[in-house]
């Protein structure tokens, strides 16, 4: 496919045109102009043609429709309640896979990118594979999780950075990333799986398994950086250039210069989304349930973000609303 232009400004800028100040955001986020809400999930036999869209689905889920071809990052979609939010945090909470929310929402797909394997970024990922055939790209511990799950192995593919995937009207670029550490500088459920393990019945059964981070270029279309936890390998990042990036909200600061860092590896993308800032064990409704420390956290990084690009727009998402860059 042809080489893309990554320093480019968006070609409909209008579409991203919100501005969210910390300020604005504690009385509410503004849906952006021409971004087209939906409350209700995507027609299952509809084929989504011209412009690419992005669906967010809470904590580093998103749907992106390219054509008749769609590609999920990190989809997550049963939102079970683990005390994470409420306390206590019961690490023994069984992976029970709500159908009922999958189902009407993934009519199709043809790619599913991992970033990591905790429960909130893959304990979906099986179920969809095998309802829909697509393809899983993730970490080697990604790839022996999804044998566990019975997927076949002629879906799943070990990718671990610097791969560049063509899928000819757009390409997926992987790139080595890093996990965020908690106040006590640990990361939660560490480990990898270097052969299939018994298939998961806990969320403490699925490990970190090392982290990944996706560069999605889509042919005569924008360039989307898509991450899944508040680190950054920022030597990684070098000529990526992205026109928007997807970024994880931190919630410790454990993690040095994280926004510095990701930012200017990236190049200062045109617009930043945050992403993973939602309280992910309630129902996908807008507007997006926000914990009052997060909300915050979620301030402060508008704020910094501002301050570190101030030529950046930052978009705050809502649940399943077709956004355009």
Do not use: C
């Amino acid at each position: 496919m042809p080489s893309l232009d990554r320093r480019r400004f968006l070609r409909d800028a209008a579409a991203t045109t919100a501005l969210v100040s910390a300020g604005g955001l504690a009385a509410g986020v503004a849906t952006p102009a021409q971004a087209a809400p939906s409350t209700a999930a995507p027609t299952p036999t509809a084929r989504r043609k011209g412009a690419v869209s992005f669906r967010w689905w809470g904590t580093a889920g998103w749907r992106v429709d390219i054509g008749d071809r769609t590609v999920l990052v990190d989809p997550f979609l049963s939102r079970i309640d683990t005390g994470l939010f409420t306390g206590p945090f019961r690490t023994d909470t069984a992976l029970t896979v709500r159908t009922d929310m999958i189902d009407p929402r993934v009519d199709r797909a043809t790619t599913v990118l991992v970033t990591h394997t905790h429960w909130d970024h893959f304990m979906d990922v099986p179920y969809i594979a095998k309802r829909t055939g697509a393809r899983v790209f993730g970490t080697l511990t990604a790839y022996h999780l999804g044998l566990a799950y019975g997927v076949p192995s002629a879906q799943l593919s070990a990718v671990k950075g610097g791969e560049v995937l063509d899928f000819g009207d757009h390409s997926v670029e992987v790139v080595g990333s890093l996990h965020s550490r908690n106040p006590s500088y640990s990361v939660a459920f560490p480990g990898v799986r270097v052969s299939p393990p018994p298939q998961p019945a806990t969320i403490a059964d699925l490990p970190e398994g090392d982290t990944l981070g996706y560069l999605l270029r889509v042919d005569g279309g924008p360039s989307v950086y898509f991450t899944g936890a508040s680190d950054v390998a920022e030597r990684n990042l070098t000529g990526l250039a992205p026109d928007v990036a997807m970024v994880a909200m931190q919630n410790a600061t454990t993690t040095g210069d994280y926004l510095p860092r990701l930012l200017a590896g990236l190049d200062y993308p045109k617009v930043v989304v945050p992403v993973h800032y939602d309280n992910f064990e309630t129902e996908l409704r807008n507007p997006p349930p926000v914990a009052p420390t997060d909300r915050t956290r979620l301030n402060e990084m508008i704020a910094a973000v501002r301050r570190i690009s101030p030529r950046s727009r930052v978009l705050v998402p809502e649940y399943e609303t077709a956004y355009h860059f």
